[in-house]
């Protein structure tokens, strides 16, 4: 039995090879990208920056000792970072087998002018909304060659703000920022009446006592 596993820690994607069986178990790693076969590493494990493209695709890692070989295979799906209105794609690598696309864990379907390749090993987004922000993945059915899931990659869309709200509660006066985009949107208010402006919060809501209540 052998087995891939994945750890994420920020944009690094560490894969390990495990495999039943021993002594002496051996390690080949190879890459399936643009339809050419790369040799990787003998490693047990390896490491990839999961924002670069050129690690997207199909890896295999081949095991063997003195008794014999196994094969595992695992697939890469890069982070793509966005403004809303960019386009984008997500590359599942090339075989000659069934894709299904997958956000947030339900199936995409094409959708004209926006989605498309839903069930084709490169999944195009036209005209990014900030609602396409989250997680992608590709499921690959190669047959009698099995099947394989890919790592989920997170597509990340810029900020901007939609509205600044504003609630008034006897001398208060609490404003809300309201942000489309993600994911872990951050927010900073400033004080631009000073020079240079100043920072007053970090919080998506900002609270402020009416000058006005200190003179009744």
């Known amino acids: 039995n052998a087995v891939i596993s994945e750890e994420t820690v ?5 894969l390990t090879c495990y495999a039943d069986g021993g002594p002496g178990n051996s390690y080949s790693w190879s890459h399936l990208s643009n339809g050419s076969l790369f ?13 670069e493209s050129s690690n997207e695709g199909i890896y295999f890692c081949d095991i ?40 947030n864990n339900t199936m995409l379907v094409d959708e004209p002018g926006h989605i498309s390749g839903a069930n084709s090993s490169v999944l195009y987004i036209t005209n990014v909304t900030s ?3 989250g997680t992608y993945g590709c499921y690959v059915n190669n047959g009698p060659g099995g099947s394989v899931n890919s790592d989920e990659a997170t597509l990340h869309v810029a900020p901007y ?27 900073i208010w400033f004080n631009e009446t000073t020079q240079p402006a100043t920072v007053v919060s970090t919080t998506q809501q900002l609270f402020i006592i009416r000058m006005e209540s200190f003179t009744h």
Not at 10 to 14: A, D, F, M, R
Not at 92 to 102: I, M, N, P
């Open 10 to 14: 920020n944009n690094t994607v560490t």
């Open 39 to 51: 040799y990787v590493s003998s490693s047990e494990h390896i490491v990839l920056n999961n924002t």
């Open 64 to 103: 063997y000792n003195t008794a014999g070989l196994v094969n595992v295979s695992t697939v890469e799906v890069s982070d793509q970072f966005a403004n809303v209105g960019d386009n984008v794609t997500f590359n599942c690598g090339e075989f000659d087998a069934e894709y299904v696309w997958l956000y």
């Open 131 to 133: 609602t396409d922000w």
């Open 161 to 187: 703000i939609v509205t600044i709200s504003e609630a008034i509660v006897n001398d208060s006066v609490t404003y809300t920022c309201h942000g489309d985009g993600g994911p872990g949107n951050s927010y």
